[in-house]
């Protein structure tokens, strides 16, 4: 697996995530099948919601597993306090679309992506075309949606 490049926040949150996974969640499955078999006296077989958790388990195991993997090969991209003067993964950017539009995101590496906080992955098609780009660039996006000019207002 190559390396996975986060920010300090999100090697905080996938560590979150997997210490909620392994102490939260797997003992409230393990619950739910512990009572899965009570409910079918021993007989588990003919049991949904027995079936249910053990699917679920396997899926939070899966998920588990692939937590621990990830966050072994991690390479934490270290938040220098100093002011980015072009776009690079872990920095602050706010562009402006041609109808004036601003947005601001954090360029990340995918595993951390979410737009919808604000966590812009670097490998998608807008994080993408901003490296390596300074303040008042303007980069021409091919997205899914169609072209998009953008106007890189500010790199922090």
Request: hydrophobic content about 35%; glycine content about 8%.
């Amino acid at each position: 697996m190559a390396k996975v490049r986060l920010t300090p926040d999100g090697l905080a949150r996938l560590s979150a995530e997997l210490d909620n996974l392994t102490h939260v969640r797997r003992l409230q499955v393990a619950e739910r099948i512990r009572q899965a078999r009570e409910e079918s006296h021993g007989d588990s077989g003919d049991s949904t919601a027995y079936e249910d958790a053990k699917t679920e388990l396997a899926i939070l195991e899966q998920r588990i597993a692939e937590l621990e993997r990830t966050l072994a090969e991690v390479e934490v991209v270290p938040d220098t306090g100093e002011a980015h003067t072009e776009v690079s993964l872990g920095c602050h950017v706010v562009i402006e679309d041609e109808e004036g539009e601003r947005e601001e995101y954090v360029i990340v590496d995918h595993f951390e992506a979410d737009p919808r906080l604000g966590r812009l992955s670097e490998a998608s098609p807008v994080g993408h075309a901003l490296l390596g780009h300074k303040a008042g660039d303007k980069v021409s996006v091919q997205t899914p949606a169609g072209e998009r000019v953008l106007t890189l207002v500010e790199v922090r």
